[in-house]
């Protein structure tokens, strides 16, 4: 297959969504694709511009039962509108995401994103949820 062009963005408080980015990252580069990880405060336009597929990223906020929506979406809003862009919402979490991912992608497609797939990521797992998800959203994208 030909190789895509990712970019990895990510909004992390305590590490574990830019830990999460790292491995999608790297299970990406992996599969014979050219990869950039980069923070939301960092971003490289012509980098985001040539990009095949996107993913973005946060954590899950609100308490364990209710309310659960994207962390800090103010900084996912600044990402540059992605029109045309296929888009893999992710998000990291603790004990229960509840539908904290959907709203991401809501989030995302109000920013003009195709979301092809949204999941968030147990903390304690990241090490297997975070790759297994990378190449299942890669090969939605693929498809």
């Known amino acids: ?3 895509v062009n990712v970019v990895v963005i990510h909004q992390s408080r305590t590490g ?4 999460a980015a790292e491995l999608i990252g790297g299970a990406v580069e992996a599969e014979g ?3 950039a990880v980069r923070p939301v405060t960092n971003i490289d336009f012509k980098e985001l ?4 597929l996107v993913f973005v990223g946060t954590w899950v906020d609100g308490l364990i039962l209710f309310g659960h ?5 103010g900084k996912v809003r600044s990402i540059p509108k992605l029109w045309d862009k ?13 539908n904290a991912a959907a709203k991401l992608a809501g989030v995302l497609e109000g920013h ?8 968030s990521l147990n903390r304690r797992r990241l090490d297997v949820e975070a ?8 090969a939605t994208a693929r498809a």
Do not use: K, W, Y
């Open 86 to 98: 296929s888009v893999v919402a992710f998000m990291t979490h603790a004990v229960n995401p509840g």
């Open 1 to 3: 297959m030909c190789p």
């Open 112 to 119: 003009g994103a195709d979301v092809i797939a949204a999941r």
């Open 33 to 35: 694709n050219t990869v």
């Open 131 to 138: 790759p297994t998800f990378a190449v299942e959203a890669l």
């Open 69 to 73: 929506r994207p962390g800090d979406a």
């Open 49 to 52: 511009a040539d990009a095949d």
């Open 16 to 19: 574990n969504t830019q830990r």
